[in-house]
């Protein structure tokens, strides 16, 4: 059997999708709730309080997405700095890091290379 639920407990994001939220507050104004049910930012202007919640989501977003990664050359886990980074250092600094792999960059994107039998 499951708990008992209030409506706003119900209605509350699941654990992995906890996002900061609006809520009016009667007579108060407009105040800004983070994930784990704490008030961020005392009642306002509603205008406010989005661009807060926005400005405080986008932060707690881009946190999330930083952190260990292994490289996409090499395969050394490094410390990432988001979803864009996907190459240690070392091997972003090389003139070809993807060579060793039998792949050599042209205008048009990466070309395997043809591999000679000798």
Do not use: W
């Not at 996409?72 to 980074?85: Q, T």
């Not at 996907?86 to 792949?103: I, K, N, S, T």
Request: charged residues 25%.
């Amino acid at each position: 059997m499951s708990p008992i639920l209030s409506a706003r407990q119900h209605n509350l994001p699941g654990p992995g999708r906890a996002r900061f939220r609006v809520e009016y507050v009667t007579g108060r104004g407009y105040q800004v709730v983070d994930p784990d049910g704490r008030i961020v930012l005392q009642p306002t202007q509603r205008d406010i309080a989005e661009a807060k919640r926005a400005a405080l989501q986008a932060a707690l977003d881009t946190k999330a997405r930083r952190g260990p990664r292994p490289c996409l050359c090499c395969g050394r886990v490094f410390e990432s700095e988001g979803i864009h980074n996907r190459m240690c250092a070392p091997c972003r600094g090389r003139d070809d890091p993807l060579a060793g792999y039998g792949f050599s960059g042209s205008a048009d994107g990466r070309k395997s290379r043809a591999i000679s039998k000798g």
